[in-house]
């Protein structure tokens, strides 16, 4: 019965990376014919003004911090909460609307610092963020297929199906003891390492 848990979680994880690497090379594709800088609005077109706001974090660690942990928390919390009432279509959209935004935001932020800084800004804290998304997402989609669609209804679960084991089991016990702990470590990383890693090295140039 394990097994068969796992072998589900699994084939969810393999369906999860997929799509998040389709939206991602869409938003690839669609960026070299569509102008979609109305998801871009928020990053500056200078690289003074992406050093300030490095700096900026620098000098406001612990609220930065909070902050950072309260969105990713709300957003990771919000994936899981609504396939327990929509069904696994929803996982899907707001999934790939994260791959497709972050694309593009990666995209915008290389075409003003350059490539190479640009990993060095996110490669402390993007990591364990992606894989946050990931796994939450296919918890979500087990959630949605273990709950079953309502009857008579394409979008919604069967919400009558629900128990309290099945919270503790699937949402609780997953999310307080595996995804906000990984949230606490990418916020940290977020906010302490990949600023100095950024400042550190991009001085030096």
Do not use: R, W
Not at 1 to 24: D, P, R
Not at 32 to 55: A, K, Q, V, Y
Request: with cysteine; glycine share 2%.
């Amino acid at each position: 019965m394990i097994a068969v848990k796992y072998n589900i979680f699994n084939i969810n994880v393999v369906c999860v990376i997929i799509t998040f690497v389709l939206s991602s090379v869409a938003a690839i594709l669609l960026s070299n014919f569509i102008d979609l800088s109305i998801f871009t609005s928020n990053i500056p077109d200078s690289t003074t003004t992406i050093i300030e706001n490095m700096c900026n974090v620098q000098k406001n660690t612990m609220g930065m911090f909070i902050k950072i942990l309260l969105n990713n928390a709300i957003i990771t919390f919000l994936i899981m909460g609504l396939s327990i009432f929509i069904y696994k279509y929803m996982t899907y959209i707001i999934l790939s609307a994260n791959g497709f935004i972050l694309t593009l935001q990666f995209l915008k932020i290389s075409s003003v610092i350059g490539l190479k800084n640009t990993m060095l800004a996110f490669c402390a804290h993007m990591p364990i963020e992606l894989t946050i998304i990931l796994l939450v997402s296919a918890l979500s989609l087990v959630i949605s297929i273990k709950l079953g669609k309502k009857p008579n209804s394409i979008f919604f679960t069967n919400f009558n199906n629900i128990t309290d084991d099945y919270i503790n089991n699937y949402i609780f016990t997953f999310y307080i003891k595996i995804i906000l702990p990984a949230l606490i470590l990418s916020a940290i990383f977020e906010t302490f390492v990949s600023p100095n890693l950024f400042i550190s090295y991009y001085t030096l140039i």
